[in-house]
């Protein structure tokens, strides 16, 4: 489906209130991967606020990870399963650099340039993932021999769906790049199996110093723009927010109720005085309406009641069309 205009313009809401107040939409996917669904939404008319939940923060490659790197490359593995274009890019750097270790025992520079030129994989190569499949195929020189797998659905369910990892059986042995959490679907479901499962870990997330105050001053803003509009409160389009991890979700919980807490606690005796005016100041969880990727996250937003459309991939097309009916 393509990115277009059509698939938000078509929305019964009055061209008055569309007019008046474009729908809002939170971008909380990090800032290395927030730009093609923030410009796909812009386009499409939306108001788009990019407010990451999530910072990537590397992690130092230790003699563990070079072991699980060496077995990899030796054939002890029978798969290896990518989840993100930063732990691929990160798992393909040391690749390279082993495979050019290795040939320059011969102190060859040309052999270390036919190194990268010729890399083979010795096990299915999956990636989790359009954007993580094309790290891995932009890297690919002519002469490599490796192909890209990916599940038909970018999930731990689509993982598992696949004959490459359908197959695997007690006593076989799966590496995974990732980062720090996730993924845990997969590795039960494989492990209650008897697979053996490894992991790298070259990155974990955490939440943005900035979070808290670029939130605040963003719900700042906004109820600032609503003053001005004469749109009654009843009418307003809840503010759309994209969320596409659990740990994503419980950050922006966090951050969202310590602002409540906030206003709520306020010593300011106009504000005790006029108590509508702390609740107009603050929006809930609840205020929101939420896009979640996949089966567990959409289960968490559900536990605690809130309005949300669950879509199985991230793709702009794919959230932005999520948006449209969410808010017919």
């Known amino acids: 489906m393509p990115c277009s205009t059509s698939q938000f313009t078509d929305s019964p809401h009055s061209t008055e209130q569309s007019a008046a107040l474009p729908q809002v939409v939170i971008n909380t996917r990090p800032i290395e991967r927030a730009a093609p669904l923030t410009q796909c939404l812009q386009a499409a008319g939306l108001s ?67 190194a990268l030129a010729a890399l083979e994989t010795p096990s299915h190569l999956i990636a989790v993932g359009e954007a993580t499949a094309a790290v891995l195929n932009d890297a690919k020189r002519p002469v490599a021999s490796y192909q890209v797998l990916q599940p038909t659905i970018a999930n731990n369910e689509g993982m598992l769906a696949m ?63 609503n003053a001005s509009k004469t749109i009654a409160s009843a009418d307003r389009i809840k503010p759309v927010v994209v969320i596409s991890s659990g740990t ?35 929006l809930k969880l609840s205020d929101f309406t939420y896009i979640v990727l996949g089966e567990r996250l959409a289960n968490m937003v559900a536990e605690q009641q809130l309005s949300y459309w669950r879509v199985e991939d991230l793709a702009p097309e794919t959230i932005l069309a999520a948006i449209s009916a969410k808010v017919l």
Do not use: C
């Open 248 to 282: 994503a979700f419980e950050y922006w919980a966090s951050i969202v109720e310590a602002t409540v807490i906030k206003a709520s606690e306020a010593t300011n005796l106009e504000a005790i005085a006029n108590q509508s005016k702390i609740d107009n100041a603050v």
């Open 48 to 114: 788009v606020i990019e407010m990451p939940m999530l910072a990537l923060q590397a992690h130092a490659a230790t003699d563990e990870d070079r072991k699980m790197m060496r077995q990899w490359l030796a054939g002890d593995y029978q798969a290896l399963v990518i989840v993100s274009p930063t732990a691929a890019a990160s798992g393909l750097a040391m690749w390279q650099a082993l495979e050019v270790e290795r040939y320059k025992q011969n102190n060859t520079t040309e052999l270390a340039e036919s």
């Open 163 to 225: 004959p490459e990892i359908e197959s695997l059986q007690a006593g076989d042995k799966l590496l995974i790049w990732r980062g720090l959490g996730g993924r845990r679907l997969l590795v039960d479901t494989l492990q209650a199996r008897g697979v053996h499962i490894d992991s790298i870990a070259w990155y974990e997330r955490i939440m943005p110093d900035e979070a808290q105050s670029q939130y605040e001053q963003w719900l700042q803003d906004f109820q600032a723009q």
